[in-house]
Structures are given as structure tokens and as C-alpha cells.
């Protein structure tokens, strides 16, 4: 299973880009990228996944290089409900494989 | 689409009773269901692989008598923490699979024990 590393916090303004990235050095072939949302007392939400390069939908990008060893979600002007805690899993989902998480990030967004 | 129903959403129990929590997949068939626990403050933590009609696979740690997990149907897996003491109080995620994205998770349940 591939570990990940993100930062513990990050604190951004409203109406800021907030780029959150992650760290996977051991990702396999079949590993896809997944960010989670979570807020206090809910599961946690799918924001975006990805396997190489840029993904966008309508809340998310997600930036993955070449080498996929790491990859970056980028938050376009962020609000106060944006502050949340965020997870990067990696893994084979679509392969029901277990993915365990990691400690996430804590984004704080100031008005 | 792609939605877990978690029941209940909170529940507080006397120590030394059995809670059930249901997790239900609405609108998929989910042959693969994770049970997780969240302390305050804490990332989530694996406890079993809930796999429809077998056992489940618990965790280095996870106690399975008294984490019983149950996969009867396509849509239907529950965990029942039995003998339930104060230190079981935390909130239980429950996630499927069956769908492109991989993981569904469900609203999470807050168990207190008192």
C-alpha cells in the first residue's frame, strides 16, 4: 500500500487558490489518486481522482507529474466551508483493494 | 449516484450493551465494504473488510467478537460493537465500493457509551 505524506495545516484567506500536495513515492502501476473532503462528525466527501496529469471538475484540479510520485489539488478561491480537513489516498480502488489513510490536511480558511 | 446510507447517525448506549450500526450502498451493489473509527482529532482508522456472504478480515488489533461485522446482502453490511465499554466511544465510518471512484463513504455514526 502506498504511504502518503501531506502537510499537518494550512491556513489561506477567502478568495485565495489553495494548493494542497502529497507525497507518494512507492505509488504502484494500478494506484489511482483520490482526494477526500471531510468536516467534523461526517464521512469523508470524493472530491476529485485522477491516475496522470490534470484532472478539473467543478470544485477541483488535480495536478498529477509524470512520475506520479507526488500529486497536487488545487482549490480555486476558497470560502469558509472549504475549511475542512483533506486526504490524499492512493490505491487500487477499482481493484477493491483496502487503502488506509493518512492524517490529512487541516485547512483553515480566514475571512 | 454512488450513495451509503450510515444508520444511526448517533447513538448513546449503557455499558455492557450491543450496538448495530447498518451501512447500506442505495443505488450500487457493493460486494466490498471497509468498516473505519475516527477518534477527536485523529485520522481514520481501519478496522475490517466487509465482504458480502464471507467472513470479514479484521485489522492487527481489531477485537472480531466484539466487532461483529455482517455482509448478507449486495447492499447491506452492519457492525455490531457488542459489550460496548466508554472506551468504544468514537465515530464509525463505514465506505463501499462498486463504483468507478472507489470508496462511497457513508455519514459516520457517533457512538457514546455511558
Known amino acids: 500500500l502506498a504511504k502518503t505524506t501531506q502537510p499537518i495545516s494550512m491556513d489561506s484567506y477567502e478568495g485565495q487558490e489553495v494548493n494542497i500536495t502529497c507525497s507518494h513515492n512507492?505509488?504502484?502501476?494500478?494506484?489511482?489518486i483520490t482526494w477526500y473532503q471531510q468536516f467534523p462528525s461526517q464521512g469523508p466527501r470524493f472530491i476529485i481522482q485522477?491516475?496522470?496529469t490534470k484532472v478539473t471538475n467543478e470544485v477541483a484540479s488535480l495536478f498529477i507529474p509524470a512520475d506520479r510520485k507526488s500529486s497536487t489539488l488545487s482549490l480555486p478561491r476558497v470560502s469558509l466551508s472549504d475549511t475542512a480537513v483533506y486526504y490524499c489516498?492512493?490505491?487500487?480502488?477499482?481493484?477493491?483493494?483496502?487503502?488506509?489513510f493518512g492524517i490529512g490536511t487541516k485547512l483553515q480558511v480566514i475571512p | 449516484g454512488a450513495v451509503v446510507s450510515q444508520h444511526p447517525s448517533r447513538v448513546i448506549c449503557k455499558s455492557g450493551t450491543s450496538v448495530k450500526i447498518e451501512c447500506r450502498s442505495l443505488?450500487?451493489?457493493?460486494?466490498?465494504m471497509f468498516w473505519y473509527r475516527q477518534f477527536p482529532k485523529q485520522s481514520l482508522m481501519l478496522m475490517a473488510t466487509?465482504?458480502?456472504?464471507?467472513?470479514?478480515?479484521?485489522e492487527q488489533g481489531v477485537e472480531k467478537d466484539k466487532f461483529l461485522i455482517n455482509h448478507a446482502s449486495l447492499t447491506l453490511s452492519t457492525l455490531t460493537v457488542t459489550s460496548a465499554h466508554p472506551e468504544d466511544s468514537s465515530f464509525y465510518i463505514c465506505?463501499?465500493?462498486?463504483?468507478?471512484?472507489?470508496?462511497?463513504f457513508g455519514s459516520g455514526t457517533r457512538l457514546t457509551v455511558v
Open positions: 512507492n505509488i504502484a502501476t494500478n494506484d489511482y
Open positions: 443505488d450500487f451493489q457493493a460486494t466490498t
Open positions: 485522477g491516475y496522470k
Open positions: 466487509s465482504n458480502e456472504g464471507s467472513k470479514a478480515t479484521y
Open positions: 489516498l492512493v490505491g487500487d480502488m477499482r481493484g477493491y483493494q483496502k487503502v488506509t
Open positions: 465506505s463501499a465500493i462498486g463504483t468507478e471512484r472507489g470508496y462511497t
